[in-house]
């Protein structure tokens, strides 16, 4: 990958990571529950998911998926149901004090990986990316060793910033009625985003 290419996927990688969506929504409440410290295995899970997607469409395992109209809309239902799900979910326990220390490392984990699977904005992101900055000239593997260490490193910094919002907003508004109504907009926006995964359409290559 040229130096003019590689300028041009890391601007599109933080666009793509940086932009509000279910990930930095989980971050941002994985701050204010549990801690900076302890919010960071939701990083974690977000950065193995990134990693396998990457992999994934170097291989065109999602150029298959986004090509399997059935398999997309059952997986895009699906995971809109599971956004909504977790909307209702935390707008009910907006106003219970937070259980950081009840709630295992591996909850934390496999919530944020579920939540970065069904991300819609991933399938169409990670298509964008192979489509649009992958040289077809060069070897796929020999590309890899550019792209995976850079948006690797570009998601990491986007949602440990994220989590470090929430981990102050969470010491600053604790036991507030401004922390109450903060956690039901996030609530709403994951709400929000089940509705626009579920009327989204299927990502295709341009």
Not at 51 to 66: D, E, K, M, R, Y
């Amino acid at each position: 990958m040229s130096w003019e290419g590689w300028m041009i996927f890391a601007s599109f990688w933080v666009v793509f990571v940086t932009t509000p969506g279910p990930n930095a929504v989980n971050c941002i409440q994985n701050g204010m529950t549990f801690g900076f410290g302890r919010a960071l295995w939701g990083v974690a899970a977000i950065l193995t998911q990134a990693t396998v997607f990457l992999i994934l469409s170097a291989l065109g395992v999602t150029a298959l998926i986004a090509a399997s109209p059935t398999g997309f809309m059952v997986a895009k239902y699906l995971g809109a149901a599971v956004l909504i799900w977790l909307g209702l979910r935390a707008w009910y326990r907006a106003k219970l004090p937070p259980k950081a220390d009840k709630q295992p490392s591996r909850a934390i984990y496999g919530r944020a990986l579920a939540i970065a699977t069904i991300n819609p904005k991933s399938v169409a992101g990670y298509l964008a990316a192979f489509s649009q900055f992958v040289q077809p000239d060069v070897p796929i593997w020999t590309q890899m060793q550019v792209i995976l260490p850079t948006a690797l490193t570009i998601t990491a910094l986007s949602y440990c910033t994220y989590t470090a919002l929430g981990a102050g907003i969470g010491r600053s508004a604790l036991k507030a009625v401004f922390n109450v109504w903060l956690r039901r907009a996030l609530a709403l926006c994951f709400i929000f985003y089940g509705i626009a995964l579920g009327a989204s359409s299927t990502p295709v290559r341009s």
